[in-house]
Nanobody, 120 residues
């Protein structure tokens, strides 16, 4: 089985920063694209940032210039550096990953989420 475990969430004041981590563990052939999503109370889940296996990244317009996604393939980990945080960034942040169990079989896995709260 494959597990994704997030860490790094917490409470921070507006203008502050946090770094989220999401580590994959288990038996697999390769980790492909990885992404961070967030869901605020009463709102739909939205894509925050995504990074491919060759480190090509894209971002939601609302976080461009403030957030940076990166990955360490040796550690099977994706990171989200969040700077200049705003109260509207408050949400549960979840990572996901397309994981190839074999060269021809790929599944989408999700982490359990980590709470980020930005106070004004």
């Amino acid at each position: 089985q494959v597990q994704l475990v997030e860490s790094g969430g917490g409470l921070v004041q507006a203008g502050g920063f946090l770094r989220l981590s999401c580590a994959a563990s288990g038996n697999f052939f390769k980790i492909n694209a990885m992404a961070w999503y967030r869901q605020a109370p009463g709102k739909q889940r939205e894509l925050v940032a995504r990074i491919t296996s060759d480190t090509s990244a894209n971002y939601a317009d609302s976080v461009k210039g403030r957030f940076t996604i990166s990955r360490d393939n040796a550690k099977n980990t994706v990171y989200l550096q969040m700077n200049s945080l705003k109260p509207e960034d408050t949400a549960v942040y979840c990572c996901n990953a397309y994981v190839s169990k074999t060269p021809t079989v790929t599944y989408l896995y999700w982490g359990q989420g980590t709470q980020v709260t930005v106070s004004s």
